[in-house]
């Protein structure tokens, strides 16, 4: 079985200090992890994914997430947050080694005030 | 390209009417899906297909049925629906998801059963 925690409901931030929005997962071998950002009555959009390689993985917008293997987390950050940026964020694991599901977190609502 | 497209974005029904929601993609992609969103619960997987002529069933099929007659369009009946199945439905749509890749994602249908 695969699962997802984001362990907080909502981020609140102010504009120009830096976010992050946390993702715990659980996988029986090892994980593909996905962020995807939804802005209100929007679809999701991909931000970015970890598949191998550099534990620290570059997306759109300037967010990035660094991928942990040994506390079994990928964090999404950003080092400088905007009013842009309040959305809900989604993060997704999938088995390498399992069927096509994706698994996804219950969301992160982030706030940034100006 | 326009991508993921869904019809209709709003609809609401009475209980025991039916209909079916439509998803059209013009990405070539072999992979589709159907997701419900519901608040505090992320996207649970309704069904999905790996191809024209295939449905597989996901986390939570009950009370749905889905159709790939053609390759770019997977379409979401509900033949009695109940007012549990009130929720945000998005569909997505991806290359062979054992390449890493990301799914892509329609705006959304929101159906309210009263």
């Known amino acids: 079985a695969q699962s997802v925690a984001q362990p907080e409901d909502q981020v609140n931030v102010a504009e120009g200090n830096p976010l992050t929005v946390k993702c715990t997962y659980s996988v029986s071998g090892n994980p593909y992890l996905f962020w995807y950002v939804q802005y209100p009555n929007r679809g999701l959009q991909f931000l970015l994914k970890y598949i191998t390689g550099d534990n620290l993985v570059k997306g759109s917008y300037g967010f990035e997430a660094e991928f942990n293997k040994s506390q079994t987390s990928f964090h999404l950050k950003k080092p400088s947050a905007l009013v842009s940026d309040s959305a809900l964020y989604f993060c997704?694991?999938?088995?390498?080694?399992?069927?096509?599901?994706?698994?996804f977190g219950a969301g992160t609502t982030v706030t940034v005030r100006a | 390209n326009a991508g993921v497209t869904q019809t209709p974005k709003f609809r609401v029904l009475k209980t025991g009417q039916s209909m079916t929601l439509l998803c059209a993609q013009d990405m070539n992609h072999e992979y589709m899906y159907w997701y419900r969103q519901d608040p505090g619960m992320g996207l649970r997987l309704i069904h999905y297909?790996?191809?024209?002529?295939?449905?597989a069933k996901g986390e939570v099929p009950d009370g749905y049925n889905v159709s790939r007659l053609k390759k770019q369009n997977f379409l979401l009946g509900l033949e009695s629906a109940a007012p549990s199945q009130t929720s945000v439905y998005f569909c997505?749509?991806?290359?062979?998801?054992?390449?890493?890749?990301?799914?892509?994602f329609g705006p959304g249908t929101r159906l309210t059963v009263t």
């Open positions: 997505a749509s991806s290359y062979p998801p054992e390449s890493s890749y990301e799914q892509y």
């Open positions: 997704a694991v999938r088995d390498i080694h399992g069927d096509y599901k994706l698994s």
């Open positions: 297909s790996v191809g024209e002529g295939t449905t």
